[in-house]
Nanobody, 119 residues
Framework: QVQVVESGGGLVQAGGALRLSCAASGIIYSIRTMAWPRQAPGKQRELVATITSDGSTNYADSVKGRFTISKDNAKNTVYLQMNSLKPEDTAVYFC?????????????WGQGTQVTVSS
């Protein structure tokens, strides 16, 4: 059974920091990317950060220099260190895992964790 479980969200003041974690288990295919999309009320979903199997990272312009994505391959866990948080970072943060079996792509999502940044 595949499980993708996020943790670490919460309420923080502007300028503060949070660290999100996402543990993926039960995925039998090769994981290619792990990512953190976020969804804020009334806004389009935004892909905040992505990390590939070889460690390459990519960030949305809105979080560059403030957020850092990293992973622990042995644990199939991805992290998102969020510093200098702003009220506009308030959103539900999801963990998205993409795996491949030959040419077939499999996408798995967690339930999301709420991040609220107060001004």
């Amino acid at each position: 059974q595949v499980q993708v479980v996020e943790s670490g969200g919460g309420l923080v003041q502007a300028g503060g920091a949070l660290r999100l974690s996402c543990a993926a288990s039960g995925i039998i295919y090769s994981i290619r990317t792990m990512a953190w999309p976020r969804q804020a009320p009334g806004k389009q979903r935004e892909l905040v950060a992505t990390i590939t199997s070889d460690g390459s990272t990519n960030y949305a312009d809105s979080v560059k220099g403030r957020f850092t994505i990293s992973k622990d391959n042995a644990k199939n866990t991805v992290y998102l260190q969020m510093n200098s948080l702003k009220p506009e970072d308030t959103a539900v943060y999801f963990c998205a895992v993409t795996a491949l079996r030959i040419v077939q792509r499999y996408d798995y999502w967690g339930q999301g964790t709420q991040v609220t940044v107060s001004s």
